[in-house]
């Protein structure tokens, strides 16, 4: 039986169409459209009906959508019906900001521990973190089993990271680093860099 390949920006968008349904929840609501979903969100009615038909039928022609079903029913398709430990190496002003974050957990994600090579900050207090010596990282994330990692290190050591990373069982990786780094196959990279979306905006001015 061949596997339906999905197009990843078709993936790309249904974390926007969950965050949206979530908060419809908060709000008290019980059915959506694609009509008004589309409205919330700048996209068009058609192209959200055909990215959710990627995946099956999830509402009825005139009734809408349940939000409560299609919030589970996404979030079971992104895997994040289940919560998932992070790594986070880099104690700096990212890697720090991102470990005290505290609206991942909520959305199937939660950091268990974060990383440095600086002894200044190995063993200090990041909210409820202790800073670890990245010496041990391959051996505790292995232990642990994490396969999600996020990188907030300089970009000069980001491929070493990422390296150390993979060799630890890591299998995807956010990297906040300006950098590309390169990884074996089947390892999935994300890139966060803040200057490239606003050299995107400033295209637009």
Do not use: C
């Amino acid at each position: 039986m061949e596997i339906k390949t999905i197009p990843d920006i078709v993936v790309g968008r249904l974390p926007i169409y969950l965050r949206a349904l979530q908060r419809m929840l908060e709000e008290g609501r019980k059915v959506t459209s694609s009509q008004e979903l589309g409205e919330r969100l700048g996209i068009s009615a058609a192209q959200i009906r055909k990215d959710l038909s990627q995946f099956g039928e999830f509402g009825k022609q005139g009734t809408g959508y349940s939000i409560d079903y299609l919030s589970e029913q996404i979030s079971a398709i992104l895997k994040v019906d289940r919560v998932w430990d992070v790594a986070v190496v880099g104690a700096g002003d990212i890697g720090s900001a991102v470990a005290r974050y505290q609206g991942l957990a909520n959305r199937g994600f939660r950091i268990t521990m974060i990383f440095d090579d600086d002894p200044a900050k190995i063993g200090t207090e990041i909210g409820q973190f202790i800073v670890q010596d990245a010496a041990e990282m391959e051996r505790l994330i292995a232990e642990a089993n994490i396969v999600i990692a996020m990188i907030a290190v300089p970009s000069s050591e980001a491929q070493g990271v990422a390296d150390r990373l993979v060799k630890a069982g890591v299998k995807a990786i956010v990297n906040y680093a300006p950098i590309s780094i390169n990884v074996p196959e089947g390892i999935y990279v994300q890139y966060i860099d803040p200057v490239i979306h606003l050299q995107r905006m400033t295209y637009y001015l």
